[in-house]
């Protein structure tokens, strides 16, 4: 009797154990062997009933719309011969995928973010029969991104401003999906605002209120209010359209001013700087010169310059009789001016400051008188008589008169800065008067000695 090797047949999918979701077709495959002769066909059992067959190699069957619940599987196949095996048991179980669960924790409803800034859509996620795949975010139906661990999330770098409804779908791992709740979210748009007096570079009079105004206008919403700032500080606020305050009379001073708008949603905006003074109207001031300054031959005059208030002076120009002299672009703005011969001197300066302008200062007049000796005069002009000289604390002047006469009498220093002055009513005869010294610096003085037409200057040597 002639022997024969029956086929053989293993079911390679599905694998025993496992859980497979309702409505999903079932794929399944088997390996086949026979020794001598060909295999024809493979039948597929669900228990004692042919859910399929198949003929061709490679031997594969779909098993559509499986019912759900417990199935034994097994495969039978056939060679050429007639001879038939079957395979051992497949046990799969055909349930329905429960979806995962989804919510948006972030934003919350009627959320508001401000123009410029980032935001984090943040969801919660879970699955009761499986596990979560991924979660997808959208805004208004277009896809943001997506994220496949937990915690679930999508940072939104710098959205545009406008309204959007955000929501997010979570897929778990056997296809399953669900979409959570949308949630609605306004990117505010930042106001506008911007001073429109007074203009950059304006000048105020020191003492004087100034008007400062803005427009401000919000594209989607509404101003709440405008907040007015000086150097930093807030000076007032302004709650409706003309948006305006009146600063009460600022000192002298370079004053930076600022305006931020406030909107319905949260927003701020902040205006561009404008820069203003407040001054007096001229920009410097000689500090050491006086008018009709009179000064010896060969003096050294410093002369200083010193800024107003509410200037910034970048270079000073010193001028004598309308010829540059010298120029200083340093604080302090100064020179040694050394006079010449007996004469008359036009000092003035010339300041540089903001936006090009410079400013042109007041002429100073600077005599410069020869040195008379008061001794040996005769009787016709005057006599005088100065004593002590050197001195420590006081001199005194000693004059005849050959008639009566008024008499002025001065102290100054060397650059003209006068310490003592005063009118005297001169007799016929001799006339004492005293000059005190005590609280003056050691060096050398001028005394000055006018009467009638005449003018005499003594030097006079504090100890």
Do not use: C
């Not at 570079?201 to 206008?217: E, F, K, M, R, V």
């Not at 309308?322 to 008359?344: C, K, Q």
């Not at 000695?449 to 005449?454: A, M, N, R, S, V």
Request: glycine share 8%.
């Amino acid at each position: 009797m002639a022997q024969y090797n029956a086929p053989s047949v293993t079911i390679t999918a599905p694998i025993s154990g496992n859980v497979l979701d309702a409505g999903k077709d079932v794929e399944f495959t088997v390996e086949v062997l026979d020794a001598d002769g060909d295999i024809t066909k493979v039948e597929y059992y669900k228990g004692e009933e042919v859910i399929g067959i198949s003929s061709i190699s490679p031997f594969s069957f779909t098993w559509q719309n499986a019912p759900i619940g417990l199935h034994e599987l097994t495969a039978h196949v056939y060679d050429a011969a007639g001879h038939k095996s079957t395979s051992e048991k497949v046990t799969i179980s055909i349930a329905i995928n429960v979806p995962p669960t989804v919510n948006i924790i972030n934003p919350v409803v009627q959320s508001v973010i401000q123009e410029g800034e980032d935001f984090e859509i943040l969801v919660s996620a879970s699955d009761s029969d499986g596990e979560i795949d991924k979660v997808v975010f959208y805004a208004n139906g277009d896809l943001l991104g997506e994220d496949t661990t937990e915690p679930y999330q999508f940072n939104w770098i710098n959205p545009n401003t406008g309204t959007y409804e955000i929501n997010a779908k979570a897929i778990d791992n056997k296809g399953g999906s669900s979409s959570s709740q949308s949630i609605s979210l306004k990117v505010n748009e930042n106001p506008q605002v911007v001073i429109i007096n007074p203009e950059v570079g304006s000048s105020s009079l020191p003492g004087a209120s100034i008007s400062i105004s803005a427009t401000a206008n919000d594209n989607d919403g509404k101003v709440e209010k405008v907040v007015f700032m000086v150097n930093g500080n807030e000076i007032g606020e302004s709650f409706s359209s003309p948006f305006t305050i009146d600063w009460n009379k600022p000192d002298a001073g370079i004053y930076e001013l600022q305006v931020f708008a406030l909107d319905n949603d949260g927003g701020k905006a902040e205006g561009e700087m404008v820069e203003i003074f407040v001054r007096e109207p001229y920009a410097v001031q000689i500090t050491t010169l006086t008018q009709d300054t009179i000064v010896t031959p060969q003096a050294i005059i410093p002369i200083v310059s010193e800024p107003v208030a509410g200037y910034e002076v970048t270079k000073v120009e010193f001028y004598v009789n309308e010829n540059l002299a010298s120029e200083d672009d340093a604080y302090p703005f100064e020179m040694d001016l050394v006079v010449g011969d007996a004469g008359t001197y036009q000092v003035y300066v010339k300041a540089f400051y903001e936006y090009s302008k410079s400013f042109e200062s007041n002429v100073v007049t600077v005599s410069v008188d020869q040195v008379l000796s008061t001794a040996g005069m005769s009787i016709d002009e005057i006599d005088i008589q100065i004593y002590p000289n050197p001195t420590t604390d006081f001199t005194r002047i000693s004059y005849q008169l050959n008639k009566s006469n008024d008499v002025g009498i001065a102290l100054a220093d060397l650059t003209g800065k006068i310490y003592y002055s005063q009118s005297i009513s001169g007799n016929i005869g001799e006339n004492i008067h005293q000059v005190n010294l005590n609280n003056l610096s050691s060096g050398i003085y001028l005394l000055r000695i006018e009467t009638g037409q005449k003018r005499y200057i003594e030097k006079i040597i504090k100890q």
